[in-house]
């Protein structure tokens, strides 16, 4: 979980909240904001790319850095006493293929810290949620190592018919209000709560005008809803279902071997 390089408070930290965690899996942590103090969102700074597109005041990575040490004590001051506002995500469309587009949210610079912040609190706890088998969106694993996987288990039985699902318009139609009810199964801390409601609420910027999407979240953010999914919502769609915008879809989720028909 953590890289070779960090601060030494950070990893004693993380390794502190991830052994709670292993420990006690019914545990909601109510007490996790102690973590962030000045060292913790100098880290999260240096984890932060700092060649990424500018969010809606424009700022850039280089002008933050001028007064870092003062930009991270406010920042940090503004974000624990409730006074920090998050800023509207700048929307644009990168290709999808086959012609097609995906939004992409663009948060400001200070934004990214602070979601990086926060992303640095919550890995520990849902690191030993997750399932063996889930890759995406997890610190060390890559899509490679997943299709490692998959091939070693795929010449484990001889082969088989691999099968890729994708939700559709999954961030698109997420439902806030199941979100922060996973959220709440692990934490309950104040704080984190509140930073994570209010990105859940923050605008869209597009062609000028700022909206407030009821449901959905914005995609390129540096905290994204697969940092927070617990391994009770990763599970139930082993169990062939998904839950999202009020409904159930069910899905027959069918390996077969090489030689047999392929699924319909």
Request: glycine letters at 10%; a positive charge; proline letters at 6%.
């Amino acid at each position: 979980m953590a890289d070779a390089t960090e601060s030494e408070p950070i990893s004693t930290g993380q390794r502190r909240i991830a052994e709670l965690a292993r420990q006690m899996p019914g545990l909601s942590f109510t007490s996790l904001n102690h973590y962030l103090d000045q060292s913790w969102f100098l880290e999260a700074y240096r984890r932060t790319r700092k060649d990424g597109a500018v969010g809606v005041d424009e700022q850039t990575a280089a002008e933050y850095a001028e007064h870092l040490e003062a930009n991270l004590q406010e920042l940090r001051d503004r974000a624990k006493s409730g006074r920090y506002r998050a800023p509207a995500v700048r929307r644009v469309y990168i290709p999808k293929g086959e012609g097609k587009t995906r939004p992409i949210g663009i948060p400001t610079f200070e934004d990214k810290v602070l979601q990086r912040a926060v992303v640095l609190v919550l890995e520990p706890i849902y690191e030993q949620d997750f399932l063996d088998c889930s890759y995406g969106f997890r610190p060390g694993r890559s899509a490679h190592q997943a299709l490692g996987a998959l091939r070693d288990q795929l010449m484990a039985i001889g082969g088989g018919w691999v099968i890729e699902l994708d939700i559709e318009g999954f961030f698109d139609s997420l439902d806030k209000a199941q979100l922060r009810e996973f959220l709440g199964h692990r934490v309950r801390d104040g704080v984190v709560r509140r930073l994570i409601g209010k990105w859940l609420k923050a605008g869209v910027l597009e062609e000028g005008a700022v909206t407030h999407p009821e449901t959905g979240t914005p995609q390129g953010g540096v905290i994204t809803p697969p940092t927070i999914l617990p391994k009770r919502y990763e599970r139930s769609l082993w169990r062939s279902r998904v839950i999202g915008c009020g409904r159930s879809t069910e899905m027959d989720l069918r390996v077969r071997r090489c030689g047999r028909p392929a699924p319909h």
